[in-house]
């Protein structure tokens, strides 16, 4: 027993020094590692500080920029740092890219390009590149329209009236917009009747969908109190600009998402227009359960919301889109903008697609709804909106139930709608191709 203890006490300074080495050993590890650990925290930091300021020059300085000219500005810098006597040989051609690309917004290029564009009998009146893409304005000469483009879309347009016979607003080239403002003609079935004469006040939401501001510049000639909320700010000033947007209006040049998020419960509005369309890809996070719920937090309780989608009905992302509008909001009816295939063609044309505007009106209050017979004060002097304002084509809820699944649209399930919208965007594109000559789409 003692000479236990005895061992044990001539054991322990062994084992405690085998400890401390250890330590020691831990300790020169760690510093030996110092470099690497602070090499990567810097490059860590680098990195973030980079984003943020990429990300403020995007919205600020190379939002004005073409995408072509941006190659040229994240090139020069680079070939200052890295010299090569080699890089002399790619003077001419950017110097002749400058100079006369017609895809580059300065003075020559741009008269070439009018050159171009008035041989067949277009002008451009506006461009330039931001945050949404490439936003332009085209005059038709030959046809009498002004129209808008972001990309490969167009947002809107209108025609120009004859001579001597300017009404209150122009005609639109799209009918859709002017379905849009049938949520003033929503009257419920029972109970007491919408006033008509109270004060109203609209939320229009879009992104880059505000177009030349068809739906706000009626609203706001309706007398009603309206809200645009636009995240990009190149299409608002382009519709005030070109299209006669009026200024009587508040516009918050914003990401809707976050608008939604700040304002619900805050605020409420008596219509809610939703058309949020950019050519063929639907920006998925305006289309989820989430943000549809935060729209419906900001509906007053007799409220009324226009949700405007445009895609290939056939695809599973629009039974998504539809099926989450219809778990948020107690009472919709669909609308096409037309009569839409027939059973017998759509059934021969299986592999084709049924690419068209849906617009779905909702309530915030349960029970059924109707139309109210639109008088001459609602039609604002408007040919397209006496025979597009009421809602014809109406389509069957129930046929998107259970069509390709169950599942709505969440922020954690969007994913898998980026290829359905890929296939979308493609067939979006083959329509835009028939509506304006190639040589425009590949110019201007």
Request: with cysteine; glycine share 6%; proline share 5%.
């Amino acid at each position: 027993m003692i000479g236990a203890v005895v061992a044990n006490k001539r054991l322990a300074p062994k084992i405690d020094n085998l400890v401390f080495l250890d330590g020691v050993k831990y300790q020169e590890a760690w510093i030996g590692m110092m470099p690497q650990i602070f090499t990567m925290l810097l490059s860590l930091v680098v990195y973030k500080a980079n984003v943020s300021f990429m990300n403020f020059l995007t919205h600020t300085f190379f939002a004005r920029f073409s995408r072509l000219g941006l190659y040229y500005l994240f090139a020069v810098p680079q070939a200052l740092v890295s010299p090569s006597k080699y890089l002399l040989f790619a003077l001419i051609p950017m110097m002749h890219s400058i100079l006369f690309s017609v895809y580059i917004p300065l003075p020559y290029g741009t008269t070439h390009l009018n050159r171009t564009l008035q041989d067949h009998g277009y002008s451009l009146v506006a461009r330039q590149e931001s945050y949404t893409g490439y936003i332009s304005v085209l005059d038709s000469h030959k046809d009498g329209y002004r129209v808008m483009r972001c990309d490969h879309s167009l947002l809107g347009g209108e025609w120009f009236p004859p001579p001597g016979r300017e009404t209150q607003l122009r005609e639109p080239v799209y009918a859709i917009f002017v379905m849009l403002e049938a949520v003033r003609l929503v009257q419920p079935d029972s109970g007491s009747q919408v006033d008509v004469h109270r004060q109203k006040s609209a939320l229009v939401i879009h992104l880059s969908g505000l177009g030349i501001g068809t739906t706000p510049s009626a609203l706001i000639a309706h007398g009603i109190d309206t809200t645009v909320v636009e995240i990009d700010p190149t299409v608002h000033d382009f519709a005030t600009r070109y299209f006669r947007l009026p200024a009587n209006h508040t516009a918050i040049i914003e990401d809707a998402v976050v608008f939604v998020h700040r304002s619900r419960n805050k605020i409420t509005y008596d219509y809610i227009i939703h058309d949020v369309f950019t050519g063929g890809a639907e920006p998925i996070d305006l289309f989820t359960l989430e943000f549809l719920t935060g729209l419906k937090d900001m509906l007053s309780k007799k409220g009324v919301i226009a949700i405007n989608y445009a895609g290939d009905l056939r695809l599973q992302t629009a039974s998504m889109v539809i099926r989450t509008v219809l778990t948020v909001f107690p009472t919709c009816r669909l609308f096409r903008e037309d009569a839409g295939p027939s059973a017998a063609k759509a059934e021969k044309t299986i592999l084709s697609t049924d690419f068209t505007n849906l617009v779905m009106f909702c309530q915030n209050a349960p029970g059924s709804f109707h139309f109210r017979r639109p008088t001459p004060a609602d039609f604002l002097g408007s040919q397209a909106r006496r025979y597009h304002l009421l809602p014809q084509h109406e389509v069957d809820p129930k046929s998107f139930i259970y069509r390709h699944g169950q599942d709505v649209v969440r922020k954690n399930n969007s994913h898998v709608l980026a290829e359905a919208q890929m296939q979308s965007a493609v067939g979006h594109w083959r329509i835009m191709r028939g509506v304006l000559p190639d040589a425009v789409w590949e110019n201007w």
